[in-house]
């Protein structure tokens, strides 16, 4: 069974950094593309930025709304996906959830997790 | 960025009863390999998304027959042909062709 789990999540003021993490199992975690997406309270489904796998040299792509801030990566040894958050504003306050993109051409997301919160709030 | 657009915000249904939720992109999904790149999702309260239906009308594993969908360039439409309660929540599509990826807004369906 696949699951995905993700943790991290939790307050954080103005300007902070978090570091998410999201652990995988049921599957071969490598060889799939991994991505993040968000959803602020109330609000629809963002998306946030994949990785790529090692066959496509673990190359990112992120939203322009976080480029430059976020950072994915992944330890395919450890079936771990990783979101590294600095200069958080109170607008990514969300839950965020990791996502696994389905193997035939990972245009969508065959399975998610079951999300954290991260609230930037002073 | 791709723009995607659901009609009707909102919904309730009379259990037993069909309903349809329309989803508009900003451009054609069609790519050049001939598939048309648009899924659904449900999001039931409290849990997070799952897929319904991808490239347009193939349903995902597990996933009942009453739910269809259909359409193709710009223009799609979910179908649930009868109601029941296990099927509140908030439907999305979403597009598949370019990131970023992106999401309708996001349709509420609710039991009378």
């Known amino acids: 069974e696949v699951q995905l789990v993700e943790s991290g999540g939790g307050l954080v003021q103005p300007g902070g950094s978090l570091r998410l993490s999201c652990a995988a199992s049921g599957f071969t975690f490598s060889d799939h593309y991994m991505d993040w997406v968000r959803q602020a309270p109330g609000k629809g489904l963002e998306w946030v930025g994949r990785t790529r796998s090692k066959a496509n040299s673990y190359t990112t792509e992120y939203a322009a709304s976080v480029k430059g801030r976020f950072t994915i990566s992944r330890d395919d040894s450890k079936n771990s996906l990783y979101l590294q958050m600095n200069s958080l504003k109170t607008e990514d306050t969300a839950v965020y959830y990791c996502?696994?993109?389905?193997?035939?051409?990972?245009?969508?997301?065959?399975?998610w997790g079951q999300g954290t919160l991260v609230t930037v709030s002073s | 960025d791709i723009v995607m657009t659901q009609t009707p915000l909102s919904l309730s249904v009379t259990p037993g009863q069909p309903a349809s939720i329309s989803c508009k992109s900003g451009?054609?999904?069609?790519?050049?390999?001939?598939?048309?790149?648009l899924y659904w999702y449900l999001q039931k309260p409290g849990q997070s998304p799952q897929l319904l239906i991808y490239?347009?009308?193939s349903r995902f594993s597990g996933v009942p027959d009453k739910f269809s969908g259909s359409g193709s360039g710009t223009d799609f439409t979910l179908k649930i042909s009868r109601v029941e309660a296990e099927d509140v929540g908030v439907y999305y599509c979403?597009?598949?062709?370019?990131?970023?990826?992106?999401f309708g807004g996001g349709t509420k369906v609710e039991i009378k």
């Open positions: 979403m597009q598949g062709l370019h990131l970023p990826l992106t």
């Open positions: 996502a696994r993109a389905a193997i035939m051409g990972a245009r969508f997301f065959d399975h």
């Open positions: 490239e347009v009308s």
């Open positions: 451009q054609s999904l069609l790519h050049s390999d001939g598939k048309t790149y």
